[in-house]
């Protein structure tokens, strides 16, 4: 995304069965007894060295956790017993059970400023910028290179973020390289994505993740909004040299490599973007909104395909939404405020289970809603994350608006707790939280 103008006002857009009395069991059933009971007590077995497993060795931070655990997650897609080695899928269940704990214990502002992604004009640390982390407990923060000065300016600043938040904070940024390098100050220039791809050498790309990743982590950057893995079709629009490659399969071999190499020492999460596929739009989003005429068939071969492979992978943490019209799928609003579309295809029908972020809210593509619709709406939809809002009066409307769809009803409370535990599952796979510590067995 495009840095946002924040000296001025931004556009705001928008369930046993027994025998009958008197008659005794067969033989037959009497063997079955005898064998559901074997297979009872193997079972009960399972459970009991499964709990030893995955026992924590430390006990969990008492200010995060309820005396009772609540429900079980409403939508388990991220767990599929029969894909997933028995091991692994405990575990899992019980860092799902962790997190929910700390959910029990967060109130409803708790939780909707979780997913705040805010933006800010700062160098350094002020008493506006703490308030604005502080009173709306917000979630996350993303760096513009106008907050760069230099590294160790950075990282002070970042630290003095993270010391005010209650929960430690995802810090993003868009390193892609190329035009949208927001290390410049600090790493200088670096080829962009379509340069990387053009080598076809994913060893190399790789390695130019896992130095990106360097870079970012030595600040406090946890979270990149990059690769691209829009398909480039189109001469004009907002993507260019952003993109790795023409063809789907150059995207998703490059963009892969470079994924591979940014989350390999588990310090930064990367972001595909900018889903539903800006690689045929012909227009830049910051300035008007599209509506695409692809098929259906084109979609899911082209623009889709690196999310389909990639997120097929597993290592997909994050996924970016964006403001364009997808006429195939939903006419009616952006694609960053479609459920068919976030909920429908990224979600239902790709099969994404991690944390989704919209592209900036600020983006004149949203400039015929208002902010509190373009708030409710992408929740509806399906993002986890709003990003960005620009001033602490823009990041009160949009938790108020939040705040206010769930007391009427039109978003349900565990829409919300579905959020933020994705959030919560993101921020404890790159160490932020203050996790158990499990037997090595389970691992």
Not at 27 to 33: I, L, P, V
Not at 284 to 288: I, K, L, S, V
Not at 430 to 441: D, I, K, S, T, V
């Given at each position: 995304?495009?840095?946002p103008?924040?000296?001025?006002?931004?556009?705001?857009?928008?369930?046993?069965?027994?025998?009958?009395t008197?008659?005794?069991p067969s033989?037959?059933?009497?063997?079955?007894?005898f064998?559901?009971?074997l297979?009872?007590?193997?079972?009960i077995?399972?459970?009991?060295?499964?709990?030893?497993?995955l026992?924590?060795?430390?006990?969990?931070?008492?200010?995060?956790f309820?005396?009772?655990?609540?429900?079980?997650?409403?939508?388990q897609?991220?767990?599929?017993?029969d894909a997933?080695?028995?091991?692994?899928?405990?575990?899992?269940?019980?860092?799902?059970?962790?997190?929910?704990n700390?959910i029990?214990?967060?109130?409803?502002?708790?939780?909707?400023g979780?997913?705040?992604m805010?933006?800010?004009a700062?160098?350094?640390?002020d008493?506006?910028l703490a308030?604005?982390i502080?009173?709306?407990?917000?979630?996350?923060?993303?760096?513009?290179a106008?907050?760069?000065?230099?590294?160790?300016?950075?990282?002070t600043?970042?630290?003095?973020m993270?010391?005010d938040?209650s929960?430690?904070?995802?810090?993003?940024?868009?390193?892609e390289?190329?035009?949208?390098n927001?290390?410049?100050?600090?790493?200088?220039p670096?080829?962009s994505?379509?340069?990387?791809?053009?080598?076809?050498n994913?060893?190399?790309?790789?390695?130019r993740?896992?130095?990106d990743?360097?870079?970012?982590?030595?600040?406090?950057?946890?979270?990149?909004?990059?690769?691209?893995?829009d398909v480039?079709?189109t001469?004009?629009g907002?993507?260019g040299?952003r993109s790795f490659?023409?063809?789907?399969s150059r995207?998703?071999a490059?963009?892969?490599?470079?994924?591979e190499?940014?989350?390999?020492s588990?310090?930064?999460?990367?972001t595909?973007?900018?889903?539903?596929g800006?690689?045929?739009?012909?227009v830049?989003?910051?300035?008007?909104l599209y509506?695409?005429?692809?098929?259906l068939?084109d979609?899911?071969?082209?623009?889709?395909?690196?999310?389909?492979a990639?997120i097929?992978?597993?290592?997909?943490?994050?996924?970016?939404s964006t403001?364009?019209?997808l006429?195939?799928?939903d006419?009616?609003?952006p694609?960053?405020?479609?459920?068919?579309?976030?909920?429908?295809?990224?979600?239902?029908?790709?099969?994404f289970?991690?944390?989704?972020?919209?592209?900036?809210?600020?983006m004149?593509?949203?400039s015929?809603?208002?902010?509190?619709q373009?708030?409710?709406?992408?929740?509806?939809?399906?993002?986890?994350?709003?990003?960005s809002?620009y001033?602490i009066q823009?990041?009160a409307?949009?938790?108020n608006?939040?705040?206010?769809?769930v007391a009427?009803?039109?978003i349900?409370?565990s829409?919300?707790?579905?959020s933020?535990?994705?959030?919560?599952?993101l921020?404890l796979a790159?160490?932020?939280?203050?996790?158990?510590?499990?037997?090595?067995?389970a691992?």
């Open positions: 995304m495009i840095e103008d924040l000296s001025a006002a931004p556009l705001p857009p928008a369930d046993k069965r027994r025998f009958p008197g008659r005794a033989r037959s059933a009497r063997r079955w007894g064998s559901l009971t297979v009872g007590i193997l079972l077995t399972l459970i009991a060295i499964a709990g030893n497993i026992a924590p060795l430390s006990p969990a931070p008492t200010t995060f309820a005396s009772i655990p609540p429900s079980p997650i409403a939508i897609r991220a767990i599929n017993p997933t080695p028995l091991p692994r899928f405990l575990q899992q269940q019980a860092k799902i059970a962790y997190v929910n700390i029990a214990h967060m109130s409803l502002d708790d939780e909707i979780q997913m705040i805010i933006g800010f700062e160098t350094q640390m008493p506006s308030y604005e502080e009173h709306f407990h917000v979630g996350s923060a993303i760096i513009y106008f907050n760069i000065k230099s590294g160790d300016q950075l990282k600043l970042i630290a003095g993270q010391a938040s929960l430690p904070l995802l810090v993003a940024t868009d390193q390289g190329g035009s949208v927001r290390m410049a100050a600090i790493e200088g670096l080829p994505a379509f340069q990387m791809g053009a080598t076809n994913p060893s190399y790309v790789m390695k993740g896992a130095q990743a360097e870079t970012l982590a030595s600040v406090g950057i946890n979270l990149n909004l990059a690769p691209d893995v480039l079709n001469s004009g907002d993507i040299a490659g023409t063809t789907p995207v998703i490059m963009a892969g490599a470079y994924l190499g940014l989350q390999a588990g310090k930064v999460a990367g595909l973007k900018h889903f539903p800006l690689g045929d739009v012909p830049d989003p910051h300035a008007t509506t695409l005429n692809r098929s068939t979609l899911n071969r082209i623009d889709w395909a690196p999310y389909r990639l097929a992978s597993g290592n997909v943490y994050a996924v970016m403001h364009i019209v006429a195939a799928v006419p009616t609003r694609a960053s405020l479609s459920k068919p579309v976030l909920t429908g295809i990224l979600r239902d029908q790709l099969g289970n991690g944390v989704i972020i919209t592209d900036g809210i600020y004149h593509a949203l015929g809603y208002s902010l509190d373009i708030a409710v709406d992408a929740v509806e939809a399906g993002n986890d994350i709003i990003c809002t001033s823009s990041t409307q949009v938790i608006a939040i705040k206010a769809a009427n009803g039109q349900s409370k829409h919300i707790d579905d933020v535990r994705r959030i919560l599952l921020k790159l160490g932020l939280l203050p996790a158990p510590q499990f037997n090595a067995a691992r």
